[in-house]
C-alpha cells in the first residue's frame, strides 16, 4: 500500500537543494553571457534568463515545499525561479 506519508525534509536539505538551484541558475545564466556578447571587446549583456528546470538529484517535493516557504515561485513546465530574484526585476 501506498498510504505511507513521506517524512519531512529537514531545514538543511532544504538549504542543501536552494543552493544547489541557485548555482544551477548562476552557471546558466554565465553560460547564456557568455554566448550572446558578441565579439571581446563588446560589453556583453545580461542574461534574460530567471526560471530554470531545478537540479534533478532532488525529488520533486523538495522544490514544491520551496514553493510553499516561498522562497521559489512556480514559473511552468516543470521550471522555477527565485523570488528575490523576481521581485528585483
Known amino acids: 500500500m501506498s498510504d505511507t506519508v513521506p517524512e519531512p525534509f529537514t531545514p538543511q536539505y532544504l538549504k542543501q ?3 544547489a538551484f541557485k548555482k ?3 552557471l546558466t545564466r554565465l ?3 557568455s554566448t ?3 565579439g571581446p571587446l563588446s560589453g556583453g549583456r545580461d542574461s534574460g ?7 534533478n538529484q532532488y525529488p520533486r517535493e523538495v522544490w514544491e515545499k520551496l514553493v510553499e ?3 521559489l515561485r512556480r514559473a511552468g ?5 527565485l523570488v ?3 521581485d528585483l526585476h
Open 49 to 55: 534568463i530567471v526560471a530554470i528546470q531545478p537540479p
Open 24 to 26: 544551477r541558475l548562476k
Open 36 to 38: 550572446i556578447g558578441g
Open 77 to 81: 513546465s516543470g521550471m522555477y525561479e
Open 17 to 19: 537543494a536552494l543552493k
Open 69 to 71: 516557504q516561498g522562497k
Open 31 to 33: 553560460d547564456e553571457e
Open 84 to 86: 528575490q530574484d523576481s
